[in-house]
């Protein structure tokens, strides 16, 4: 177990509606990066928080924001869903932001766009 | 575009062999590699970490990297069934040293 938790485990939701997903970060980590794994494919970096700012961001529209709050937990939030996002969402927390900083993985969101 | 292949396999190996596992990545910026575990239905497990050329052994574990030619590589000695997953190569690149994943190898030992 990495110590990364990430809520909740699975979502259904219907095609147009917004969800927001969470997690906390490991004890001692302040950096959350937050990627989206479709069936059969590696997970994709949507983006990462650092001290509460975003840090860098993927090619994924504005519709996915996020936040980070001081305690270092996270959510992400996507709006007007689409059913191409049915996917398992991915937080990873780690210590700072240098390449060499490892990545460790929370369980997942499995969300379904119906 | 900064790309990470592999690979996709399936990939099987006989129980107690070496199961070879391969990466090639386009970013020559890249400073650090991983490889991650994922079994079915489970979220990626990191195993291995690699920044220096040259090998990186890990019990059973051994990581290769040769920047020259931006080829990384995980060798599984003495496989076991519970090796059975799929094993993702990540290579950082980007302002925001994010990782950018291969598809992955799925590997299967054969009891």
């Known amino acids: 177990e990495t110590g990364v938790t990430q809520s909740p485990t699975h979502l259904i939701k219907t095609r147009g509606q917004q969800v927001t997903l969470r997690c906390s970060s490991q004890s001692g980590h302040n950096t959350v990066s937050w990627y989206q794994q479709a069936l059969g494919q590696g997970p994709q970096f949507i983006f990462q928080y650092y001290r509460e700012e975003e840090n860098g961001r993927g090619n994924f529209p504005p519709r996915f924001s996020g936040l980070q709050f001081p305690n270092y937990s996270s959510e992400l939030n996507v709006n007007a869903l689409e059913l191409d996002d049915s996917a398992l969402y991915l937080c990873?927390?780690?210590?700072?932001?240098?390449?060499?900083?490892?990545?460790?993985f929370g369980p997942g969101t499995r969300l379904t766009v119906t | 575009q900064k790309e990470v292949e592999q690979n996709s396999g399936p990939l099987s190996v006989p129980e107690g062999a070496i199961a070879s596992l391969n990466c090639t990545y386009s970013d020559r910026g890249s400073q650090s590699f991983f490889w991650y575990r994922q079994y079915s239905g489970k979220s990626p497990e990191l195993i291995m970490s690699i920044y220096s050329n040259g090998d990186k052994e890990d019990g059973r574990f051994t990581a290769q990297l040769n920047k020259a030619s931006q080829y990384v590589s995980l060798l599984i000695r003495d496989s076991q069934p519970s090796d059975s997953a799929t094993y993702l190569c990540a290579v950082d690149s980007g302002s925001a040293r994010q990782l950018t994943f291969g598809s992955g190898t799925q590997l299967t030992v054969l009891p």
């Open positions: 990873a927390s780690s210590l700072g932001t240098s390449g060499y900083s490892e990545q460790y």
